[in-house]
């Protein structure tokens, strides 16, 4: 399975912080009053980046796999690979926003609880360098609807100096400055959120800045709740 079709069952944020380079990620979840959903992912990556991740020579010595995020992008679901559990259908297309390559990922959701757990299962290459998703779906008791809790549990850091650390830390800053992972849920009502709901109150936004996600302290995890009632 290739490194964009991981990143077809959920696993974008995990690859997508272990690159260096100008990215932006978002993500839409709509749910619809039978319990649904559609999904809408996008990545960006610069122009610069794509074009030095696709470099022959580049590609020689990191291995094409590893580099190539958007190879697969806008070409049909395989048939001989099995879609992930809770998932109708995929549709992928590339495109262009500003000076940023981006790939666009749509989900058909049937079973948004299964989708998630199917996720959580995908293995994410360097997986201990990169934040964990600690996502969680469940039913909401007495309401149509689902409560969403998700964190990001820090990576594994190396043992190297204070001042070394210091250093890394703020070049991670440096190269993920006005850079962020967007999320958002929409349905009829949305409930016990901390992010920002509109002024009708059906769809929560977090704008989470990607530096943060890259190293979050494990005293002041970054932490996303939601209730959303879709009927």
């Known amino acids: 399975m290739t490194i964009v079709r991981k990143t077809m069952t959920g696993a974008a944020l995990g690859m997508s912080l272990s690159l260096a380079g100008?990215?932006?990620?978002?993500?839409e979840?709509?749910?619809?009053?039978?319990?649904?959903?559609r999904?809408?992912?996008e990545m960006a990556l610069s122009a610069e980046l794509v074009a030095l991740a696709t470099n022959p020579a580049i590609a020689k010595q990191a291995g094409a796999e590893g580099l190539n995020l958007f190879g697969d992008c806008g070409k049909p679901w395989p048939a001989n690979e099995p879609l992930p559990a809770g998932v109708r259908s995929v549709e992928s297309k590339r495109g262009k926003r500003g000076d940023m390559e981006t790939c666009t990922i749509v989900f058909d959701v049937s079973d948004p609880i299964a989708a998630v757990e199917s996720a959580k299962k995908v293995e994410v290459p360097h997986a201990d360098a990169v934040p964990k998703q600690d996502v969680s779906l469940t039913r909401l008791t007495g309401a149509p609807g689902y409560r969403l809790k998700m964190a990001m549990v820090p990576a594994k850091q190396p043992e190297i100096s204070a001042e070394a650390a210091q250093?890394?830390?703020s070049l991670m800053k440096a190269m993920f400055a006005n850079r962020y992972l967007t999320l958002s849920l929409s349905g009829q009502r949305i409930e016990n959120t901390n992010g920002e709901l509109s002024a009708d109150k059906r769809k929560v936004t977090w704008k989470l800045p990607l530096a943060s996600l890259v190293a979050p302290s494990p005293d002041n995890l970054t932490t996303n709740e939601a209730d959303v009632i879709y009927r």
Do not use: S
């Not at 100008?22 to 993500?27: F, Q």
């Open 39 to 41: 999904v809408e992912m």
């Open 167 to 169: 250093m890394a830390a």
């Open 29 to 37: 979840a709509t749910f619809r009053e039978n319990g649904e959903a």
């Open 22 to 27: 100008c990215l932006e990620l978002t993500k």
